[in-house]
């Protein structure tokens, strides 16, 4: 197995100073559980160089309360340096650590053509593309009130059908190799009751997937949220496979004890769909260990 999606930091904490020995660290905490390799893919929005490039994008959209929200996320967020990032995590692969430098980059529209120009002068491993937001809503920001209230306002089946437009739009922007957490929208147990519909807006995803060639990441981050099920669903994930999506594992760890949670029972979910390889990636080139 491999841990493709891990960070440095917990969310309620400031980024702080990460060394060599940090990754080393993960490192033999991935050998001990039996893993052949990992990635480190920070969230873009750690960074200082989101704020500066980006600019308060949330101002474009209307809900105040919302916009505050997000300005204080970024605030508390958007405090390392890319640079200083990506040269420790090459170190550590340049060592010969199992290791490759990643990111999680979110969906920011009409931005991203502009973004990766400015990330394509780095040299990452993987990108994995995320959508944690909808406009100025973070949705998956379970201890944010105003976020959360967002939920009782809104018309459920909009919510799942923006999420997949939104899954859509990212995929088409050729700014990621991996779909992270897939159907992240589900992280709140908000299923909506027509399960035809779900499958509308799960096979939507796939076929975008299909389209741009994108691997996807079977997650136990699900596990760890009031879903209590692996990102993508049974049904999504068999949709990727029908459709020959390449997966990759991951727990989306914040925290060195999370490295690998649940692979047991992610090993065992994939097995029962009989993938026998998962995707690894260098310098963004996609190939394939043996399960
Ligand atoms: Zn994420
Ligand atoms: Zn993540």
């Excluded at 944010?144 to 909009?158: G, I």
């Excluded at 859509?168 to 922007?173: F, N, P």
């Excluded at 299909?210 to 760890?224: I, P, Q």
């Excluded at 949709?239 to 727990?251: C, E, M, Q, R």
Aim: glycine share 2%; with cysteine; hydrophobic share 40%.
């Amino acid at each position: 197995m491999i841990d493709y999606h891990l960070h440095l930091w917990e969310h309620p904490n400031k980024a702080t100073q990460f060394t060599l020995e940090t990754l080393a660290e993960y490192c033999r905490k991935a050998e001990s559980m039996g893993l052949k390799q990992i990635a480190v893919t920070e969230h873009f929005h750690r960074f200082t160089q989101s704020k500066q490039w980006l600019g308060k994008f949330w101002t474009k959209f209307d809900d105040h309360e919302l916009y505050e929200s997000m300005e204080a996320y970024f605030d508390h967020h958007a405090t390392y340096d890319i640079e200083e990032y990506i040269s420790i995590a090459l170190l550590a692969k340049e060592s010969g650590l199992p290791i490759v430098v990643g990111l999680e980059m979110d969906y920011f529209k009409d931005n991203m053509e502009f973004l990766n120009d400015k990330l394509r002068q780095y040299p990452f491993d993987v990108i994995l593309g995320s959508v944690h937001w909808l406009k100025n809503w973070r949705f998956d920001d379970l201890y944010d009130t105003v976020s959360m209230k967002v939920w009782d306002s809104t018309d459920l089946e909009n919510i799942w059908a923006e999420y997949s437009y939104h899954m859509e739009e990212l995929a088409s922007a050729n700014s990621c190799d991996v779909l992270a957490h897939p159907d992240l929208i589900k992280v709140n147990s908000n299923l909506l009751k027509d399960t035809g519909l779900i499958n509308e807006f799960n096979l939507r995803i796939a076929e975008s997937a299909n389209r741009f060639d994108l691997a996807a990441e079977v997650s136990s981050a699900g596990y760890r949220k009031p879903i209590k099920e692996q990102y993508p669903s049974h049904d999504l994930l068999q949709l990727f496979l029908a459709k020959d999506v390449p997966i990759t594992t991951a727990s989306d760890a914040h925290k060195i004890s999370d490295i690998g949670y649940r692979f047991d029972s992610i090993m065992a979910l994939i097995k029962e769909f009989n993938v026998n390889k998962l995707a690894t990636f260098n310098q963004r080139m996609r190939s394939y260990i043996d399960l």
